[in-house]
């Protein structure tokens, strides 16, 4: 049994996921369809990127991601398949693998595939659709067009380390308000190397000075640093909102300062 996902921009009002749904289903009646999000920014790659390099990898081999996010082709951003860690990705190439699969895949082949209809503003449904069932049918790729001997960057940012401190961004902001950065725990560590820090959220207007397991580790509308399950720094206020209350937008400066000696003073708080 074939299993499908779909992440897009395009909300829940309107007819275009039930629209590729039918498509899929018309074609392929047994396919298992997941909606991964329909609520990523317009446009926002890189955000629906990092939805998908966080789940893609709870799915089976064979699975098959269409990634709906800013689909007009051109001649520099092709529709393409690639197939990476046994599952198959299908999108525009505009960027979108970079984020989800930091530049590591198996095969990528552009889409050489006859539409199924003359406009050309619903690749979802007209083209990903058709190419998803001819892989779940056991097509081989080569059928569906020619390699694509290299993929478009994405652009992603990477966290800085200088003398002793780590720079990074807010890279997604969660629905809960939450911050979470570019800056991993494995360069955190690295760069740590036992030191205390702080950490400053809008310059030093609000810091924190350790990592928590939880967010119930500190007081309700307390500022809270974790690690979380996606591997990088997060920040957030208990049971409160972070990002809406502090004015934080992503891509907004996070940083991190160590200190070799003796613990500097909190400079501010939240409230």
């Not at 390099?53 to 081999?61: A, I, L, T």
């Not at 991601?65 to 599952?87: F, L, M, N, W, Y």
């Not at 069932?133 to 652009?155: C, Y």
């Not at 972070?242 to 708080?269: N, Q, R, W, Y």
């Amino acid at each position: 049994m074939a299993i499908i996902t779909i992440t897009s921009d395009w909300g829940t009002k309107d007819y275009y996921a039930a629209a590729v749904k039918g498509k899929i289903l018309s074609m392929l009646p047994s396919a298992t369809i997941v909606d991964v999000t329909h609520e990523i920014e317009p446009f926002n790659v890189a955000q629906a990127g990092f939805t998908l390099k966080n789940c893609y990898q709870c799915f089976p081999e064979g699975t098959i991601h269409i990634i709906a996010v800013d689909t007009i082709e051109s001649t520099e951003c092709p529709h393409v398949v690639v197939k990476a860690e046994g599952q198959y990705f299908i999108s525009t190439d505009n960027g979108i693998f970079s984020h989800i699969l930091d530049g590591k895949y198996d095969e990528a082949y552009c889409i050489d595939v006859m539409q199924d209809s003359d406009f050309f503003t619903f690749a979802s449904r007209d083209r990903f659709a058709k190419v998803a069932v001819m892989i779940a049918n056991g097509e081989p790729l080569s059928s569906i067009g020619e390699p694509r001997l290299k993929l478009n960057p994405g652009g992603t940012f990477c966290a800085v380390a200088r003398d002793n401190t780590l720079e990074g961004v807010v890279m997604h902001i969660d629905s809960y308000d939450n911050l979470i950065t570019n800056i991993s725990k494995e360069l955190f560590e690295r760069e740590r190397r036992g030191r205390d820090f702080t950490i400053m959220v809008k310059g030093d207007l609000y810091t924190v000075d350790e990592i928590s397991d939880s967010y119930l580790d500190v007081d309700v509308v307390d500022l809270v640093a974790i690690f979380g399950t996606h591997g990088y720094l997060e920040l957030a206020l208990n049971k409160a909102k972070l990002a809406s209350l502090c004015g934080i937008e992503p891509k907004s400066t996070i940083k991190v300062v160590f200190h070799d000696e003796e613990k500097a003073p909190k400079v501010g708080s939240l409230f």
